[in-house]
T-cell receptor, first 114, second 114 residues
Framework: DVKVTQSSRYLVKRTGEKVFLECVQDMDHENMFWYRQDPGLGLRLIYFSYDVKMKEKGDIPEGYSVSREKKERFSLILESASTNQTSMYLC?????????????FGEGSRLTVL | AQSVTQLGSHVSVSEGALVLLRCNYSSSVPPYLFWYVQYPNQGLQLLLKYTSAATLVKGINGFEAEFKKSETSFHLTKPSAHMSDAAEYFC????????????FGSGTRLQVQP
């Protein structure tokens, strides 16, 4: 089974802190994604990466950055956390070779910024 | 750019009744459409997808969806609801123009009454 693991299920941080959300997949997928999930808004794409050291902005990249140094790991970074970044963050991965491939999701990281 | 609209943020049905979750898409090029399901405290998993091979698509757990170009719709149905179907359902779209990431709808929470 494909496994996408997000390092922390629940985090509580203070405004202004630097926050790292880690995501690791074990199926050698080239593509990885970070989405943010909010009630009534569904999932919104923050950043995605087609391969190692590649990244592209999604719909809501402001206040976030990402790192993809190794194929299996895709990190989301909040440089200076703010209360409006309180949300559920979902990581996903997909094989390369086409846009119709299945996305495999982690269980999510619920971040609260106080 | 592509987008999807899910009509109804909450749908409640009785066990054994028909499930109908609505999704309309917008795309200037041929779209590829997906339904994902999220059970409580879990990530999303793929229910089914339309990739232009057949307009009626069958998925897991007895769900199916029909692509109707004239109506720009991709509604999800199941003839008989089961208590275990209670979850949040997301419609998503992508296409071979622009970025190669899914755009999700706002989600529909399905409640199944005994």
């Amino acid at each position: 089974d494909v496994k996408v693991t997000q390092s922390s299920r629940y985090l509580v941080k203070r405004t202004g802190e630097k926050v790292f959300l880690e995501c690791v997949q074990d199926m050698d997928h080239e593509n990885m994604f970070w989405y943010r999930q909010d009630p009534g808004l569904g999932l919104r794409l923050i950043y995605f990466s087609y391969d190692v050291k590649m990244k592209e902005k999604g719909d809501i990249p402001e206040g976030y950055s990402v790192s993809r140094e190794k194929k299996e790991r895709f990190s989301l970074i909040l440089e200076s956390a703010s209360t409006n970044q309180t949300s559920m963050y979902l990581c996903a991965s997909r094989l390369a070779g086409g846009i119709t491939g299945e996305l495999f999701f982690g269980e999510g990281s619920r971040l609260t910024v106080l | 750019a592509q987008s999807v609209t899910q009509l109804g943020s909450h749908v409640s049905v009785s066990e054994g009744a028909l499930v109908l979750l609505r999704c309309n898409y917008s795309s200037s090029v041929p779209p590829y459409l997906f339904w994902y399901v999220q059970y409580p405290n879990q990530g999303l998993q793929l229910l089914l997808k339309y990739t232009s091979a057949a307009t009626l698509v069958k998925g897991i757990n007895g769900f199916e969806a029909e692509f109707k170009k004239s109506e720009t719709s991709f509604h999800l149905t199941k003839p008989s609801a089961h208590m275990s179907d209670a979850a949040e359902y997301f419609c998503a779209v992508t296409a071979y123009t622009g970025r190669r990431a899914l755009t999700f709808g706002s989600g529909t929470r399905l409640q199944v009454q005994p």
